[in-house]
């Protein structure tokens, strides 16, 4: 007669039964809710930590609502914030492209969920570049690689002609956008664009994503504040809200206007990313500072109007330059 089978001992049940739950609880500390009830799955890439879909929520993270509007002159008259659903149709589109929201949204700092915000110019660059060591930070075609990289594989929702690979976890979706110059919807399959916080330095446009479905590219452009964009929140890191500190008393720059020479002093010696930007967003100068005392030839550019840009570690800024 067999032996009745012995009962596993009530310790290693338990430790069976709080493995299982440490399990769940690590599941579920990899998603992140809006106040509409959404949830979202999390990606980690490099040291940043990103929602890996579309923001989708109609209200704020301190529950007051998102004016939604649907009408397209109200939409491009608008200076303050607003959403709305590609062409309209939340069933249709809401999932899984989300919402497309005008950047006066974004510039509340109450879109995304709390402990997350919608990243800085600089952020998205650093994500860019972990993906792509040779990506350029400029007003141009960012990386020929990292489109493929973010970008959800296959043809489901982006349009023939996608070879991505979605290697980096982000899944990116073409949403398409809301025009700011005839208010139609345009790009759902064929393009994805993403806003960034950072706004250009003429104060009237801001930096943002985009990348299509027919190549491996993702560029860094400025577009106009009306725009109707895709969001993708980014998790709050130690280093968040550095890129808002003001940093006149470590940087100077003079002479400006200048004729040749402009020195860039710094009080702390650090590496600092420059370019320098045309009326048109030509880089017309990139070096790299590392000096506390650094003196830039300016002689050869034409008179007009420049943009000089400077990315430390974890801020970016930028300065009107005259070239007289």
């Not at 001992?9 to 998603?31: E, G, R, Y």
């Not at 208010?183 to 994805?192: D, H, I, Y």
Request: aromatic fraction near 12%; hydrophobic fraction near 35%; proline fraction near 4%.
């Amino acid at each position: 007669m067999n032996e009745p089978q012995k009962l596993m001992p009530m310790k290693k049940i338990i430790l069976l039964f709080v493995c299982f739950a440490s399990l769940i609880i690590k599941n579920q500390a990899q998603t992140v809710s809006d106040l509409d009830g959404n949830v979202y799955d999390t990606v980690k890439i490099g040291t940043q930590v990103w929602l890996k879909e579309n923001l989708a929520t109609t209200k704020y993270n301190d529950g007051t609502l998102i004016p939604l509007v649907k009408d397209s002159m109200q939409w491009i008259g608008l200076t303050t914030p607003g959403y709305c659903w590609y062409r309209n149709d939340s069933a249709t589109y809401k999932n899984p492209y989300g919402a497309l929201y005008n950047w006066y949204t974004v510039n509340t700092g109450k879109l995304c969920p709390t402990g997350w915000h919608v990243p800085s110019n600089a952020e998205w660059h650093t994500l860019i570049l972990f993906l792509d060591p040779s990506a350029t930070d400029c007003y141009c075609t960012e990386s020929a690689t990292a489109g493929d990289k973010l970008k959800e594989a296959g043809i489901t929702h982006w349009g023939t002609g996608n070879t991505a690979t979605n290697s980096s976890g982000f899944t990116a979706m073409p949403g398409g956008f809301r025009n700011y110059y005839d208010k139609n919807f345009e790009g759902r399959t064929s393009v994805a664009y993403f806003w960034s916080s950072t706004v250009g330095a003429s104060g009237t446009t801001i930096w943002h994503r985009w990348m299509p479905n027919n190549n491996a590219n993702i560029f860094e452009y400025l577009d106009q504040k009306i725009q109707g964009m895709s969001v993708r929140c980014l998790k709050d890191s130690i280093s968040t809200g550095l890129n808002n500190i003001n940093y006149e008393n470590r940087l100077k720059i003079f002479p400006n206007p200048a004729t040749d020479i402009i020195n860039i002093n710094c009080t702390e010696k650090q590496i600092i990313k420059m370019q320098v930007y045309n009326a048109i967003g030509e880089c017309v100068i990139q070096k790299e500072l590392n000096n506390y005392t650094n003196q830039i030839d300016v002689s050869f550019l034409p008179k007009g109007i420049y943009v000089i840009k400077l990315t430390g570690v974890n801020w970016t800024e930028q300065h009107k330059l005259t070239k007289e």
